[in-house]
């Protein structure tokens, strides 16, 4: 089972970046995705998730209308577009797989997303 992120870097505030997470070793399509991060000496926090079918999106009341998630069940990707960026996004983003039955929870190594003029 693999999740690699890539997509992260330096980018001044209110710039754009899409991170894309790539999935393989299970069955794409039947599992929920979410985007999470950690910034430095915080807890690891929800980004936004999207449902197995890419029906349902939900967003931290924080990233609503700046952050987009979206998935391609086809090439085994959930994407976060995120748009009118902040110094406070700045974090380790983590791309996470799960589902409920039978219990699976898969988590990429992290790409880092630094925000600064």
């Known amino acids: 089972v693999q999740l690699v992120e890539s997509g992260g870097g330096l980018v001044q505030p209110g710039g754009s970046l899409r991170l894309s997470c790539v999935a393989s070793?299970?069955?794409?399509?039947?599992?929920?995705m979410s985007w999470l991060r950690q910034a430095p000496g915080k807890e690891r926090e929800l980004v936004a998730g999207i449902t197995s079918t890419g029906g349902v999106t939900n967003y931290a009341d924080s990233m609503k209308g700046r952050f987009t998630i979206s998935r391609d069940n086809a090439k085994n990707t959930v994407y976060l577009q995120m748009d009118s960026l902040k110094p406070e996004d700045t974090a380790v983003y983590y791309c996470n797989a799960r589902r409920a039955i039978p219990l699976r929870n898969y988590w990429g190594q992290g790409t880092q997303v630094t925000v600064s003029s």
């Open positions: 070793g299970f069955t794409f399509s039947s599992y929920a």
